[in-house]
């Protein structure tokens, strides 16, 4: 796994460090800058991935390595697969589930809309695989999108890329003998994030309501906020034991000790920066005062840099 972890850096540092350096350049625009052909630069950056796979109870599994941790549910119904990854990832994350098991994929959940989860729903729905989701994924994958902090656009994806089974706030399915709870966060990480609760093997997927052991990107052009994102780690905490193993969307699998320091992290850093702010002090001024300094070698070594960090906290406070 912490080869995956190296790997997933590497992917997105790129992205990473110009948002941060666009953000000191223009903190009027918060992170502007000049990404070209986003979309072809992570898929090409995925599609050399190293797919780990990660066994965890009762027939279910994750697959890391393209884009957000894939979880797979084996079984005489089928697989039913938790987000699909980049589509350029194909080839390894079709051969990874085939040693899982031969059977086909007739069940595929989005966790939310962003590429790294679902650039590869056209290949899965085309094996015959339903896409359920929540309607705000369907909204978002069906018409252009633009990730402001990238200054990225994100075209509309494929007819058969798009989830044809929606709901608004909670949905029960049952597959494998299985019982899954999926329910819609309100809004944190963006405004399409669900949960999935494996509840009889004691397994839940957060999607990008969670990021362990680093910084979390907060997509606010999607809805998203810092309070969302500490409601969202509450509510995880709260339907979760210490006997619950816990998918992030990124990072290693999880318990309900480190999901409680993510929270607590979050908090912390809502609190400081709020300060700060009220004091008067401006994006570059926060940002330079470092108030997440503790934790900044660790959890900015990830996807999001402890600068972008802090100046996503500073825009939703």
Known sequence: MTETLHLSRRRFLTYGS???????????????????????????????ATITTIPLRSNVSVLAGSGG???????FD??????SGYASSQPQVSNAMGLLS????????????HLDHTDGNEWIHAT???ITAHENTQKRLSTTQTITAFNAVVPAAPS??????????????????????????MPA???SDISIHFEEPAILHTGDTWFNGAYPFIDYSSGGSIDGMIHAATRNLAITTGETMIIPGHGPIGNKAQLAKFRDVLVEAREKVAALKQQGKTLEETVAAKP?????EKWGAGFVPATLFVGLVYQGV
């Open 102 to 113: 031969s059977s086909p994929i007739k069940q595929l959940i989005n966790t939310h809309w």
């Open 78 to 83: 089928g697989k039913l697969v938790v987000d």
């Open 292 to 296: 997440m300094a503790k934790y900044d």
């Open 189 to 191: 990480h963006t405004d």
């Open 18 to 48: 110009m948002a941060a350096s666009a953000f000191a350049l223009h903190p009027r625009s918060l992170f502007a800058q000049e990404v070209s052909a986003f979309v072809a630069k992570s898929r090409a950056a995925a599609a050399n």
């Open 128 to 130: 015959g695989a339903v």
């Open 160 to 185: 058969g890329a798009i989830p044809t089974e929606v709901f608004t706030d909670k949905k029960v399915m049952h597959h494998n003998k299985v019982t899954l709870q999926l329910v819609h966060y």
């Open 69 to 75: 941790n894939i979880a797979v549910l084996t079984g």
